[in-house]
Nanobody, 123 residues
Framework: VQLVESGGGLVQPGGSLRLSCAASGLTLDEYAIGWFRQAPGKGREKISC????????YYAGSVKGRFTISKDTAKNTVYLQMETLKPEDTAAYYC?????????????????RGQGTQVTVSS
């Protein structure tokens, strides 16, 4: 199984980025998948997920209303559209299938994660 993130970079406050996570070795219609982030010196923050059937999404309060998760099952890829970025959004962003069923339901469950992509919000 591989989860490969892309789309990170340097953006000014108020800007936008779209992260992608391409999955191989598993199909996204069987697993809940989403994103967590980790800033230097801070713990992991789970920020968004989408259920395996795609009908349920979750957002942490820190990103709700600014970030949108979606997935393309034909491409086996999940996306995170990030708008109105703030300096406090600066972190390494990882996609993961490790979600509690009560948060985002999946037909199957496993703890997979990618290598991450860096997002830096700075002027």
């Amino acid at each position: 199984v591989q989860l490969v993130e892309s789309g990170g970079g340097l953006v000014q406050p108020g800007g936008s980025l779209r992260l992608s996570c391409a999955a191989s070795g598993l199909t996204l219609d069987e697993y809940a998948i989403g994103w967590f982030r980790q800033a230097p010196g801070k713990g992991r923050e789970k920020i968004s997920c989408i259920s395996s059937h795609g009908r349920t999404t979750y957002y942490a309060g820190s990103v709700k209303g600014r970030f949108t998760i979606s997935k393309d099952t034909a491409k086996n890829t999940v996306y995170l559209q990030m708008e109105t970025l703030k300096p406090e959004d600066t972190a390494a962003y990882y996609c993961t299938t490790d979600w509690e069923l009560t948060t985002c339901w999946g037909k199957r469950s496993a703890n997979y994660r990618g290598q991450g992509t860096q997002v830096t919000v700075s002027s």
